[in-house]
């Protein structure tokens, strides 16, 4: 019955997970059809092969939004020590 809607009216998608700026998960409200995208931008079945990728690539997101953040504070840290 969920597949006949999304047949009449089409995939009614929402984000499940931010991977990376760019790189999202979504899944259908409907169906619970999955979809992430892919490295030319177009939305593509989320298999597992997918799946690893995204996780791998959220790691090294994180860890690069990390290591900003700990670099923004130190650089801020040495111009209230210079002054």
């Known amino acids: 019955m969920k597949n006949i809607h999304c047949k009449m009216f ?14 999202k998960e979504y899944t259908c409200k409907n169906c619970k059809k999955e979809l992430t995208t892919s490295g030319n931008g177009h939305l593509v079945e989320l298999t597992p092969k997918f799946k690893e990728i995204n996780d791998v690539l959220e790691r090294i997101h994180r860890k690069r939004i990390q290591k900003q953040v700990k670099e923004n504070a130190s650089v801020d840290n040495l111009l209230v020590f210079s002054h």
Not at 10 to 23: D, F, L, M, P
């Open 10 to 23: 089409g995939h009614n998608y929402h984000v499940t997970r931010h991977v990376t700026y760019h790189v």
